[in-house]
């Protein structure tokens, strides 16, 4: 039975994605995760019976804990996240339960390590576009909300990422790149086991744009147009980065909740 500190799997999935998205903490066990490396995504790993030391970074904000089967872990974490501020709710059902509804997990084979701040890093050409706003997006939305982006010139992408630990996309002859008629957000769709009918919408919205195929999707000249205008109002690529999210934001929810709404005005032809 519901209660007013959980959270169902579908409530959980109509957030994540979305501006909205509390934190999600996975506080299976070890041998649990083990037995399947996979995260509810945007997920972060976490020991339960250190909550009431890492609790604290997260105090005023919405959190949403999961175990495996939404049992004593993830209420006890949960419980525990209360008392220190954080307006906690577990997962019922657990991982077992957003698994068995047929809902995307990704792929943790495909993450890159964290630095000592728990974050990915991320390293790629300076002034992006089409692609490295999509991707970047995707990353924060989907994969690690407080994943870091560096921009820097094209012949430095790669000897930033050795020295920085960072990882490069978006350039030649890196894993994530374009991959024949494939787009760098593509492949990070794909690889990271996130293809849902939205996403896959979307990424056909940004490989049409990013690879001028315009006749691919109705709606990539108005993105292409969106994403130059915000190229050239911005000289900062992080400023940029930022007004792309909110972009992004806007077309991922046009293609989950509002591809068949239409608009005419006026409704109807005025009367002789």
């Known amino acids: 039975m519901s209660s007013p500190t959980t959270i169902s799997s579908e409530k959980l999935s109509r957030l994540i994605g979305t501006a909205r998205m509390p934190v999600l903490i996975d506080v299976r066990t070890d041998e649990d995760f083990a037995a399947d490396p996979r995260l509810i995504p945007g997920s972060i790993k976490r020991h339960d019976q250190a909550a009431e030391g890492w609790g604290k970074e997260y105090s005023g904000r919405k959190a949403v804990v999961a175990c495996l089967r939404g049992q004593q872990l993830a209420q006890g974490t949960t419980a525990w996240l209360r008392q220190l501020g954080v307006m906690a709710e577990s997962l019922e059902g657990g991982f077992e339960g957003w698994k068995a509804a047929k809902l995307p997990l990704v792929l943790t084979s495909k993450l890159p390590p964290r630095d000592a701040q728990g974050r990915t890093v991320w390293v790629t050409?300076?002034?992006?576009?089409?692609?490295?706003?999509?991707?970047p997006w995707l990353i924060r939305r989907f994969i690690d909300p407080n994943a870091v982006f560096l921009f820097v010139s094209p012949a430095e992408v790669v000897g930033v990422g050795e020295r920085?630990?960072?990882?490069?996309?978006?350039?030649?002859?890196?894993?994530?790149?374009?991959?024949?008629?494939?787009?760098?957000?593509?492949?990070?769709?794909?690889?990271?086991?996130?293809?849902?009918?939205?996403?896959?919408?979307?990424?056909?919205?940004?490989?049409?744009?990013?690879?001028?195929?315009?006749?691919?999707?109705p709606e990539a000249p108005g993105l292409l147009a969106a994403s130059l205008g915000l190229s050239r109002m911005y000289d900062d690529d992080l400023e940029q980065l930022e007004a792309g999210i909110a972009l992004y934001d806007a077309f991922y929810r046009w293609c989950r909740d509002a591809t068949g709404e239409t608009h005419n005005w006026p409704s109807s032809k005025a009367k002789s």
């Open 164 to 217: 920085f630990n960072a990882v490069p996309f978006d350039i030649e002859n890196v894993f994530w790149s374009h991959r024949g008629e494939l787009c760098t957000f593509d492949v990070m769709v794909e690889e990271f086991g996130l293809a849902t009918p939205p996403l896959l919408r979307l990424a056909t919205m940004v490989r049409a744009a990013d690879t001028a195929r315009l006749d691919l999707s």
């Open 125 to 135: 050409r300076a002034r992006p576009k089409i692609d490295r706003i999509a991707c």
